[in-house]
């Protein structure tokens, strides 16, 4: 009994204890918990189903229902929730149904690296106490909402998009040696989660009193930047780069205490304000890329302690500002492309952290300095297109660090000097278009990584010394326009990834050494222009990888021999020698039994030829190895022409903001897509004829599967795709103009073309129009095309459909690559790589063993599309044939459509002969030994 009562006595403790928390946690559940936990749950239900969010569930049990423990989440004493941070956690939808007033006590926000979409919304402006914003690195689009004027407490403000920046800026500062070649090789098309904020940055933005950081870089904003900006007095980073921000910089800047002002690649314009150099705290600078006029700020590094500072591509005058001198804490310094004068001895101080400065291309003047020797971090001076005069000090060969010396296009003199070989780190080495005399040392065989070394246009005499052989790096190398005498070293044959060799206009002797052949990776090989003498070796005949050869004015002679290289060469290459024989034409042919086959290619020498390009697809791999040099160098010359330009904009980008305005016209003028308009019809899309009264005409491509149980997200997904495709421009490429994604119609607007796809053109009467110099400028303009996608656009895109019926044609008959990189687009479900997209003929052969798509695809796609343009007609069992082992027995002269008369000019003849040529190497069958597009394109220059 006593026990029993005993128990009771505890139950009833207990239910007080447990009646009290209740009363304890109901007290603690006061309204504004609940709105916060019902604002939660709200969102969550509006959002995609995710993992990440599993934790967000109400429990009946009060207790645990306490959002305080919920992931991301975190709460002040009273429980009301302070911090809401799930970045990096991959979570998708959109902040539409997130009511941002539920939480009054809300200091930080961060959602940054996610995958939202959407606009930011204008209730965001009752978070009263937020002190921190982050929503860098999302898919969102729209402008800033006024609102945000009213978080007056917020301190950092980011709405960048900064996944890709390493990525950036390794591009835009290729050191040489940083450029990831690898990672710029997996080519893909361009998918990023992309913030796509655009409009004016608000004047209220000055509001915002407390902000220490403003982070709006990579969007699209536009318009001035707001003078209101000057007011912020806390203000210390203010990154707007990679916007269309124009107008000048507000001279109320001057009296921020700015540490970080990045303004790189913008559209603004006029001169800086003398005042940025009262900014005595900036440590960074960028003001690059942009249309700027005036002097640079002469007092930039006043406060000492600037360590990057760029300003290249300008139109920066005057001097180079006098506060550079002593600003011992420099790190990288880019101020090429300007008009800055100065002299490069006077006007530059000692800068222990130097790593890389390039100051090309403007006009500077002075002789070089022994105090560079002072910068022992360089590992990049570029001076280049500058009146530098005098000696190479021999100081500088005390840079051990040096990875890129280029002093080219200056007056330097006197010789190169002896010790350079001690420079071990250095991978490119120009010293080209100077006046140096004197012998190419003998040290230069101790530059054991150099890639790239460049002594043409000086008055170098004497001879090549033998040690260049130890330079076993070197992928280019040329010595051209200069005095130099003596045989060709031998050792050049050691060479083995020397892809450019040229040492054409100096006065060298003797026979050409027969190792060259050994140079497996040789694309251009230029001896023109010296004494050589002999015949010219046959192991030449071998260098499958060779593009490009000229041996002209020489003392030549004897028989050229058998290879690829000398068939499709013209005489040019092989002019003004003693006695060549061959069987070029113009060249006197060396044996009599020859002459019967005259100049045209014929039957039995194209089975040669194809015999030949397989015996090449064995060491042809070297291809790709050859195109990272290109890429690299013409990646930076690109991003350079691209941005300097600065035509980033879209015309009809608004209709991407915007898309009532467009979609109603479209849908009106098409009236709701009646077939009367419709002039064609896909397997995902029907492309419609639209002319919309007071503008142009244009190919509308109604996406069919939409309704289709496709998930709305993952069009989303490919909006910033089809968004990164309309920015891309070339002369063949059909203008994808702009795209509107809505439930009920979803379309992509073309350019229209007046001629119709290549396809019909060649099935229809109208094939005869088509005539064979109307042909071989077709597939010029595909190639053209084609290498542009692959090699100068950024990032690379396949297009993974070539095929004759997505080449249309103006009514003039040119050329137009239409549908670019949207093959995967269209089949939105097809998101990873592993199904095949692609027209049937026209697959490549990998494919049916990989399912990895290349650029080679493209290449294979354009191979087959050559056959079918000389054939007029798909080339059919012709290709399987090609990939058997009876291929020799093709019969290579019933391919040419006989609908025209044969080719009048020989010229044509030999141009369709090379066509036919390249075909056949398009389409074999491992990827690795096709061409590129970018040397098929060089093939077809020739
Ligand atoms: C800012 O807050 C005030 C007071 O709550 C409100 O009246 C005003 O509309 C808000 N401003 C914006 C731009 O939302
Ligand atoms: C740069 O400014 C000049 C005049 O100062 C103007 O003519 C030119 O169009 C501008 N360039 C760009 C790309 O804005
Ligand atoms: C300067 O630039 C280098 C290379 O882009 C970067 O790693 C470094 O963080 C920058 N330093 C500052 C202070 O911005
Ligand atoms: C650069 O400035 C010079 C001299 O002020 C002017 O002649 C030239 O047109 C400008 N170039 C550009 C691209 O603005
Ligand atoms: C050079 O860099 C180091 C490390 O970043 C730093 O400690 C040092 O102060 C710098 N020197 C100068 C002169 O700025």
Avoid at 199 to 223: Q, S
Avoid at 535 to 548: A, E, W, Y
Avoid at 919 to 941: D, G, H, I, K, Y
Wanted: hydrophobic share 40%; glycine share 8%.
């Amino acid at each position: 009994m006593a026990s029993q009562g005993k128990q009771s006595k505890h139950v009833s403790l207990a239910l007080l204890v447990a009646c009290w928390f209740v009363l304890l946690s109901s007290c603690k559940a006061n309204p504004i918990s609940k709105t916060e936990i019902e604002a939660l749950l709200k969102w969550k239900e509006s959002l995609p189903d995710q993992p990440i969010l599993k934790s967000w569930v109400a429990h009946t049990n009060s207790s645990a229902s306490s959002p305080c423990k919920w992931r991301g989440i975190a709460c002040n004493n009273e429980g009301s929730i302070t911090e809401i941070n799930l970045a990096h956690a991959g979570l998708r939808g959109n902040l539409q149904n997130l009511d941002f007033s539920s939480f009054p006590n809300l200091l930080h926000l961060d959602l940054s690296v996610n995958k939202l979409t959407g606009t930011i919304p204008s209730n965001i402006g009752t978070l009263s106490k937020l002190q921190y914003l982050d929503l860098s690195t999302n898919s969102l689009n729209g402008s800033l909402p006024l609102s945000l004027a009213n978080l007056t407490h917020l301190s950092e403000l980011g709405v960048s998009q900064n996944s890709i920046t390493g990525e950036l800026d390794r591009r835009l500062f290729p050191d040489g040696t940083s450029l990831s070649k690898t990672g710029f090789l997996s080519l893909k098309i361009f998918v990023l989660q992309e913030n796509k904020l655009g409009g004016r940055i608000p004047e209220e933005i000055g509001n915002l009193k407390h902000l220490v950081l403003l982070a709006l870089d990579r969007n699209y904003f536009c318009g001035p930047i707001p003078p209101s900006i000057g007011n912020l007095s806390h203000l210390t980073s203010l990154i707007l780069n990679l916007n269309e921000l124009s107008g000048q910089i507000p001279v109320s800047f001057g009296t921020l205490k700015l540490t970080h002002l990045n303004l790189l690649m913008n559209r603004l314009s006029g001169s800086v304000p003398e005042e940025i150099g009262n900014l005595s705290s900036l440590v960074n600078l960028q003001l690059a890329f942009n249309n700027f006029t005036g002097q640079l700020p002469q007092q930039v590094c006043q406060g000492g302690k600037l360590v990057n500072f760029t300003a290249a591509f300008n139109n920066f005058t005057g001097p180079i500002p006098v506060s550079l001198k002593n600003c011992r804490t420099l790190n990288r310094v880019r101020l090429e492309h300007n008009q800055l004068t100065g002299y490069i001895d006077q006007d530059f101080g000692v800068y222990p952290n130097l790593t890389y400065i390039d100051l090309s291309y403007n006009r500077l003047q002075g002789k070089l300095s022994p105090n560079w020797r002072e910068c022992q971090n360089l590992t990049a001076l570029k001076l280049a297109g500058n009146m530098i005069s005098g000696k190479i000090p021999k100081e500088i060969v005390q840079l051990r660090k040096m990875g890129y010396l280029d002093l080219s296009s200056n007056q330097l003199s006197g010789e190169i000097p002896a010790e350079i070989g001690k420079l071990s780190k250095l991978l490119k080495l120009i010293l080209k278009d100077n006046k140096f005399s004197g012998e190419v040392p003998a040290g230069i065989g101790g530059l054991s990584n150099l890639e790239t070394l460049d002594l043409s246009i000086n008055m170098l005499g004497g001879p090549i010394p033998d040690q260049i052989g130890d330079c076993w790096r070197l992928q280019s190398l040329s010595l051209s326009k200069n005095y130099l005498n003596g045989t060709i070293p031998y050792q050049i044959g050691n060479l083995q990834a020397l892809q450019d060799l040229d040492l054409s206009f100096n006065s060298l002797m003797g026979g050409i050494p027969p190792q060259l052949g050994s140079l497996s990776d040789l694309e251009y090989l230029n001896l023109s222009n010296n004494n050589l003498n002999g015949s010219v070796p046959t192991s030449l005949g071998s260098m499958v990888s060779l593009i490009s050869i000229n041996l002209s004015n020489n003392n030549l002679e004897g028989p050229l021999p058998e290879g690829k290289i000398f068939w499709s060469t013209t005489l040019e290459a092989f002019s003004n020698n003693k006695d060549l024989c061959g069987e070029i034409q113009g060249l006197r042919p060396c044996y009599a039994s020859v002459i019967k086959k005259g100049g045209r290619i014929t039957k039995s020498k194209l089975v040669v030829i194809f015999v030949a390009s397989f015996v090449g697809a064995l060491s042809l791999s070297i291809t790709s190895v050859v195109i990272f040099l290109f890429l690299e160098k013409k990646l930076s010359r690109n991003m350079l022409k691209d941005e300097s330009t600065s035509n980033r904009k879209n015309p009809f980008s608004i209709w991407y903001f915007d898309g009532k305005i467009v979609y109603k016209d479209i849908v009106e003028a098409s009236e709701s897509f009646d077939d009367k308009y419709c002039i064609g019809v896909g397997g995902t899309a029907k492309v419609y004829k639209v002319e919309i009264p007071g503008a142009q005409v244009f190919a509308v491509k109604k996406l069919r599967s939409m309704a289709e149980g496709i998930e709305s997200e993952i069009i989303k997904n490919f909006t910033s795709e089809v968004a990164a495709l309309t920015e891309i421009r070339h002369r063949n490429i059909v203008k994808l103009l702009g795209f509107c994604f809505r439930e009920v119609h979803s379309f992509l607007v073309y350019e229209f073309m007046e001629g119709g796809s290549l396809v019909d053109m060649l099935c229809s009467e109208g094939a005869t129009e088509l005539d064979w110099p109307t042909r071989i400028r077709v597939v010029k303009s595909v190639a053209y095309a084609l290498s542009y996608m692959h090699h100068d656009c950024v990032p690379p895109i396949i297009h993974r459909d070539i095929s004759s019926k997505n080449i249309l044609l103006s009514s003039d008959l040119e050329a137009y690559v239409s549908d670019f990189g949207t093959a995967r687009f269209l089949k939105p479900d097809s998101s990873n790589w592993t199904t095949i997209a692609g027209t049937y003929g026209y697959l490549a052969p990998e494919l049916a063993y990989t399912m990895v798509v290349t650029e080679k695809c493209d290449v294979y796609n354009f191979g087959v599309l050559v056959l079918e343009i000389l054939m007029g007609k798909h080339p059919g069992e012709l290709i399987t044939n090609l990939n058997s082992s009876t291929s020799t027995s093709v019969p290579f002269k019933d391919v040419l459509d006989d609908r025209l008369s044969p080719p009048k000019s020989l010229k044509i003849a030999n141009e369709l002969a090379l066509m036919q040529n390249l075909a056949l190497l398009c389409l074999r069958a491992n990827p690795q030994s096709r061409p590129t597009m970018r040397s098929v394109c060089r093939q077809l220059e020739m």
